[in-house]
């Protein structure tokens, strides 16, 4: 008799205070598009950096929003805040300068900081003036994350950090790096054990932050080089050597979020709207079927959001929604490409076109940030008992 | 869920566990009735599960009915328990007396049969059949209403077919028939309500077989060595049962919501459009996963897959059938498209910034 198999995506309770933020963030973005305060752009939690914006959503209170008031948050919920990203997201608002440090850097500070981090840090970043950038990449180590060979040396009153980091989106605009380094000497049968995460200002002496452009044209990841780089003994994340247990329960709550299927919901809208006057039969099938696709990965995106209410762990189900969300975000462009052909490099105006092309010379980074789907279907397999 | 429900469900799953192994899937699609299967479902009343108290049921909620419902594609259920549990909620909202014994509704979607002078005409295509039949729920059009009639068996012509996995379904024609019974025009019932709920059956079907699928095949891969080791230490398997995995799971999901959505509602017959959208969106996501895991499912069993003995066949057939009743992915892909379209050229002009989200985010 085979085991059972059962993944569950219970409905999260979303009570009118959600509601209500949603549309209130919603008419304030409506209200920013109209008066020009943005122009929409596809990917823009990696594409769109503007850090007046942030500051605006730092002065609204839409950042840092579940975390303690005393630490500059507003004590909310997780939902709340997944309907101000999900929000910012389809509405391809610049959100990049304050996105990691808003969901992933600012929740492990509060979980591994010290006292006076989190006062300093943490008011910053909800206020959207101070941003942080992940040194996690390497140009020996991707995928292989344990691999990492950035060194960090014990010295008198602190640590000594001499290394390389790849591909740390948004580096050249924040003003610190949460760097994994190797903290003892690599032992092959423990490659997990001996690793360290830090938080460095990047302004210390010995760092260099160097932009890299990517296939689409701009220059938002870089490679940061650390060279004998002093930070004090509180500049440890966490505990010593337990760095790797850290990223990879950041890394899991980082799986699930809606810009694991919405990167590129913002070129359906301007798609859809510009088709309705004609819409057949056809293309109505074929962008209905889009529309399904995202309200499906939508419940179960939302349905991990209530598992990690409960306090839960869903490790697997996480996994699912990026490996299927960021498969779709691609798709949608390939399956629109039907009626609006992608050629032209310039788009004379054409605001769909714009979208259209600078998704399609982005997609390639959906299944790749954050973990491969390949790494994401491995961890899939494992929790089905596979490996 | 209540507790009750739980307690309901864990009742059938025993149930099918005991009864309905596959070894009586294959044996009753070569015409051994699951006697013992079929005596038990009615004994523990499972088929009025959906039936309202006062109406002699079990006064289920409508999460119960499509947790159940679910559950017993698991087992390839070879019993119209799915069938009776629809028409039977039908006979109680037309307010006809509803019988302890197998009922099929006799609808696929297509012109329904019309009232003309009390005796009834038309013809059903494919309507859901079983042998065990004791009365056919016919939804008929009475001047733009819907009116439900019910026939024996004998009273009507039937031809009867079998679906790709071997389950009955006929073609039905009624000429100037007599009813048994009749009921009035039934308040909140529509065509598009039938279709959504239908859809949603099927949906709900394909989701709890691909479950199946799912655990097959991993225990499958498990167990199978090749080169050595089990076939599951291989990267492309593994990459295939994740991918099962996912497609499954985003089955689920959106039947899940759907249900829920529907639970919500006063008038599940309805055909409103708050439920069309997460109807049309279960129906969708589970048929196109159909092929997806069908597919992947076969070829991490290589041949033992394709041989008629082991299960995996009885559940690859049935949703490959279960994908087209009711409207295929292709159909519902294109009602959402058009309901968003429709309702967006309603919107007044410059208006429409966001729209589409604001659709889709409900």
Known sequence: MSETIRFNFPAPVIDDSVDRLRKEVRAFLQAEIRNGGFQPVTDCWCSGIDPAFSRKLGQRGWL??????????????????????????????????????????????????????KRTLLPRIAAGECFVALGLSEPESGSDLASVRTRAHKVEDGWELTGTKLWSSGAQICQYMTVLARTSERDDKKRHEGLTQFLVPLDSPGVSVRGIRDMSGVEHFNESHFENVFVPEDAVLGAVGAGWKQITSELALERSGPERLLSTFVVLEKAFLQAVATMSGHQAAVMGGMLARTRALRAMSLGVAALLEQGQYPEVEASLVKDLGTRFEQDIIERLREFWPIQLKQSFGDELHYLLADSLLRQPSFTLRGGTNEVLKGIIARGMGLR | MEQTDQLILDTAQRLFADHCGADVVNAAESGVAPVRLLTALLEAGLPLAWVPENAGGVGGSLALGFNLIRQSAGFALAAPLAETLVANRVLAESGLEVAESWTVLVFDGGVLPMLAGGKISGLVESAPMHAGVTRLVVPVSDQGAIRIATFAPDDVEIDYRESLAGESRAQVQLSESVPLALSSAVDGMSEHGLMQFCALVRACQIAGAMEKMNELTVAYVKERQQFGRALGKFQAIQHKVADIAGESALANAAVEQAARELSEHSRPFSGSADTLLSIATAKVVASEAAGTVSRLAHQC??????????????????????????????????????????????????????RVWDIVSR
């Open chain 2, 301 to 354: 069993h290589g041949a033992m897959g394709f041989s008629y003995e082991y299960p995996l066949q009885q559940y690859s057939r049935r949703i490959w059938s279960w994908r087209e009743e009711y409207g295929s992915e292709f159909y519902w892909s294109e009602r959402i498209g058009l309901a968003v379209a429709d309702e967006l050229k309603h919107s007044a002009p410059g208006q429409n910034d966001g």
């Open chain 1, 64 to 117: 840092g929003v579940t975390w303690p008031k005393e630490y500059g948050g507003q004590e909310l919920s997780a939902l709340h805040r997944y309907v101000i990203t999900e929000e910012l997201l389809v509405a391809g608002a610049p959100v990049h300068a304050h996105w990691i440090a808003d969901r992933q850097s600012g929740p492990l500070i509060l979980a591994t900081g010290t006292e006076e981090m």
